[in-house]
Nanobody
Framework: QVHLVESGGGLVQPGGSLTLSCTTS????????VSWYRQAPGKERELVAS?????YAADSMKGRFTIYRDNAKNTVYLQMNSVKPEDTAVYYC????????????WGQGTQVTVSS
């Protein structure tokens, strides 16, 4: 059975750091691209960062966030640095494979609140 579980969220001061974890089971993580998304109240869900099966990573946060994976531990991480109040959102982990057909697996999300 497929499971993705996010953890590591919480309250953090502006300018601080936080690391989120996405632990997975029930599928071969090394064959999947993984992304972090976030959604704040009243806003659309947006892509934060992605890493493909070859380990190539990209992010939308101008270098403040870093995504990395440990396939041996079936875990993907999001390191968040220099956080801002606008980073406050529920963060979701997504695993995706496009061949031979598209599959998407989602976690339940973890809340990140950036506030002084």
């Amino acid at each position: 059975q497929v499971h993705l579980v996010e953890s590591g969220g919480g309250l953090v001061q502006p300018g601080g750091s936080l690391t989120l974890s996405c632990t997975t089971s029930g599928f071969t993580l090394s064959n999947y691209a993984v992304s972090w998304y976030r959604q704040a109240p009243g806003k659309e869900r947006e892509l934060v960062a992605s890493i493909n099966s070859a380990g190539y990573a990209a992010d939308s946060m101008k270098g403040r966030f870093t995504i990395y994976r440990d396939n041996a531990k079936n875990t993907v991480y999001l390191q968040m640095n220099s956080v801002k109040p606008e980073d406050t959102a529920v963060y979701y982990c997504n695993a995706q494979k496009t061949a031979p057909f598209r599959r998407d697996y989602w976690g339940q999300g973890t809340q990140v609140t950036v506030s002084s």
